[in-house]
């Protein structure tokens, strides 16, 4: 039922800022917890950050804390991560992932399993 499509990867030197977008198609993403996750060569898809369907409980991984900040805006379809402060251990593809909301409460999911839909993926590289 949703289509999402990430944008804003790209190459970044250490220390500079991205911020992704990935843009939903649907009448039912307001109701959506979202979260993004990154694949490194080698390594397997792990959660970066996540968020509840209203953007009021959010989770991020502890090697991105203080420096990348997911957010939402419901209105537009759309979610982002704004990235700063980059770092090399920070490249990989990332995905923005949907999940149908669970009426039981305003969570977020921190496990690939747990959502519905990706995107397709953007690639992100920073340079030392």
């Known amino acids: 039922q949703v289509q999402l499509v990430e944008s804003g990867g790209g190459l970044v030197q250490a220390g500079g800022s991205l911020r992704l977008s990935c843009a939903a198609s649907?009448?039912?993403?307001?109701?959506?917890?979202m979260g993004w996750f990154r694949q490194a060569p080698g390594k397997e898809r792990a959660i970066v950050a996540a968020?509840?369907?209203?953007?009021?409980?959010?989770y991020y991984v502890d090697s991105v804390k203080g420096r990348f900040t997911i957010s939402r805006d419901n209105a537009k379809n759309t979610v982002y991560l704004q990235m700063n402060s980059l770092k090399p251990e920070d490249t990989g593809v990332y995905y923005c992932a949907a999940r149908a909301y669970d009426y039981g409460g305003d969570y977020y999911y921190t496990g690939s399993s747990l959502y519905d839909y990706w995107g397709q993926g953007t690639q992100v590289t920073v340079s030392s």
């Open positions: 968020i509840s369907w209203s953007g009021t409980n959010t």
């Open positions: 649907g009448r039912t993403f307001s109701s959506y917890a």
